[in-house]
């Protein structure tokens, strides 16, 4: 187990004096499911994950937009392949445009030009709380303008990172089956945020409708409550009842790093898989942690 090799599919990079995060750089403390997030708001670069991940073989890794300001979307892809020129990482990148915006398609093609560029993360206007709903909305899962721009990753060869939270999993599931043509991989284990019996049946029906589209993959990762710590016990079900419905072939590892560490040490999520995760063959561990990200993000 310790030689297992890492390809960490999902962290972010930052540097606050050279560009501006708005989520970073503003006044409030707290921010959604997070809670208060201050000690997010310093950099973070490639030293710093080195730094976090010291003891694992981390053979490669995906950066995924930092949210950036959103009116330099494609100078945030070119800051981070100036982060791969110094650092030799990240691997490969998940970049940002606006769906709605009418130069998406030309945006596509600004990002596409880095060599590093391997998808797009755009979430979609979601609602605040089950039961609520947001349908008809610009920018919703319906919205037909919103699905356009989406469309357009498969002309230009780029997957969708999709991050909604669990009471969207079977809306989601309804674009994710109308694009088969578009490699999908949801972020952060649908977010199963509520862990009352209730909860977690809503977000086994979500996970299930998504993983009846073949194009889609899952991220296991951000599994921390807020308030909590993250532990093995608080997260083994979901990890596994994870794994039981995408298939171990359609799972990766992902850190979400340095978020992630508001409620957990790097070595305590990856140590805490490995322990859920004991039972698997070698081969199965592998492709958890390290092939799957591989093939899906087209890392050489």
């Known amino acids: 187990m310790d030689a297992l090799p890492i390809v960490d599919a999902h962290h972010h990079l930052w540097d606050l004096g050279r560009n501006r995060y708005p ?3 503003d006044e409030e403390q707290e921010h959604g499911f997070l809670g208060n997030h201050a000690a997010l708001k310093r950099n973070y670069l490639p030293d710093d994950y080195r730094r976090d991940a010291a003891g694992f073989e981390v053979v490669a890794t995906v950066h ?10 494609v100078a945030e892809t070119a800051w981070v392949h100036e982060m791969h020129a110094r650092h030799f990482m990240p691997n490969a990148v998940v970049g940002h445009v606006w769906f709605t915006d009418p130069e998406c398609d030309a945006k596509l093609a600004q990002h596409c030009a880095f060599p590093l560029m391997r998808g797009i993360r755009s979430k979609p206007v979601t609602a605040a709380r ?3 709903s947001v349908r008809g909305q610009p920018g919703a899962l319906d ?14 060869r780029l997957s969708w990172d999709l991050r909604v939270p669990f ?3 079977a809306e989601a599931a309804e674009v994710v089956r109308d694009m088969p043509g578009i490699a999908v991989v949801l972020n952060h284990t649908g977010f199963p945020w509520d862990r009352s019996a209730e909860g977690l049946a809503a977000w086994r029906t979500g996970m299930a409708a998504l993983a009846r589209c073949p194009n889609c993959t899952v991220k296991i990762s951000e599994l921390g409550l807020r308030g909590q710590p993250w532990t093995v016990e608080a997260n083994r079900q979901v990890v596994l009842d994870a794994i039981a419905i995408f298939g171990i072939e359609r799972c ?4 979400n790093f340095p978020v992630a560490g508001l409620f957990a040490r790097y070595d305590t ?4 898989l490995r322990e859920i995760l004991f039972h698997l063959p070698r081969p199965q561990l592998e492709a958890f942690f390290a092939g799957n990200a591989k093939r899906f993000y087209r890392i050489a």
């Open 64 to 73: 995924v937009e930092a949210e950036m300001d959103r009116a330099h979307q």
């Open 23 to 25: 989520w970073l750089t």
């Open 130 to 132: 089950p039961g609520d």
């Open 252 to 255: 990766m590892f992902a850190s």
């Open 143 to 156: 919205d037909p303008r919103w699905r356009a721009g989406l469309a357009l990753l498969e002309k230009h």
């Open 269 to 272: 999520i990856v140590n805490g």
């Open 167 to 169: 009471w969207h999993l």
